[in-house]
């Protein structure tokens, strides 16, 4: 008898040692669920201009944004894709008429930045099954030469041709862009005169894309147009300032 009841006390032990051991990885589970997650690193929220940016906790940031839709990010990248297919326009009138080998040369930097930046900004509207603006139809600027010789901007064909947006006139909400009128006389100048007027009309033109840019950047959510948009900022502020010295040197 004295070895059963040994043999049972050890069950009994055992037994009881196991529910102990179950209750308490239960209780620990319960307080690891019962933690508050992890917020993650804190956020840099952009700030206006001549405004230091701030430094929130995640939380913070995503309730000091408003709830949008990606329609805005879209909005910004159509207009931002006219934007810079006009630049593009402008920089075809250069091929012809710069006479500076800077004027010429920074003409060259603007349209290889910013045909790449309407593809990237295309693919993202694409990828989302998005509205596209139509291709800008580039090129018969009077004696422009051949229309043919710019196929890499697609096609440049009117001088306004925006497809549904029309003409340049209509972009009356899109800062910077040049009227229908101020194009067509950019295309008439040459030499000198055209130097000096593109680096106006240019100048002004980026100036716009900046502050859309800047806009976007205060209110967008999405980490790829957040990219893009900074790059614009990078890229054309650089520009800017090229321009600026140049302008000064002609004067």
Known sequence: MAAGST???????????????????SGCSAAESER??????PVVLPG????????????SATADRPQRTPEVEAEYLRGMIRHHEQALQMTDLAEDRAQHPQVRALSERIAAAQGPEIGAMRGWLGARDLPQPEAAQHGEHGDHGDPG?????GGHGEHGGHGE?????EHG????????????????????????????LMTAHHEGAIRMATDLLS?????????????????????????????????
């Open 149 to 153: 010789a710019h196929g890499e901007h």
């Open 219 to 251: 209110t967008g959510r999405d980490e790829q147009v957040h990219a893009m948009a900074q790059d614009v900022l990078v890229t054309q502020r650089s520009e800017i300032g090229a321009m600026q010295e140049l302008a000064a040197e002609l004067r």
């Open 36 to 41: 508050e997650p992890d917020p993650g690193p």
């Open 7 to 25: 043999s049972t006390r050890y069950r009994l032990r055992a037994g009881t040692s196991a529910v102990l051991a179950a209750a308490v990885l």
């Open 165 to 169: 947006h029309g003409g340049h006139g």
């Open 48 to 59: 206006s201009p001549g405004e230091e940016p701030q430094v929130v906790d995640p939380e």
């Open 173 to 200: 909400d899109m800062p910077g862009m040049a009227t229908d009128q101020q194009l067509a006389e950019l295309a008439d100048f040459a030499g000198t005169d055209f130097d000096g007027r593109f680096l106006q």
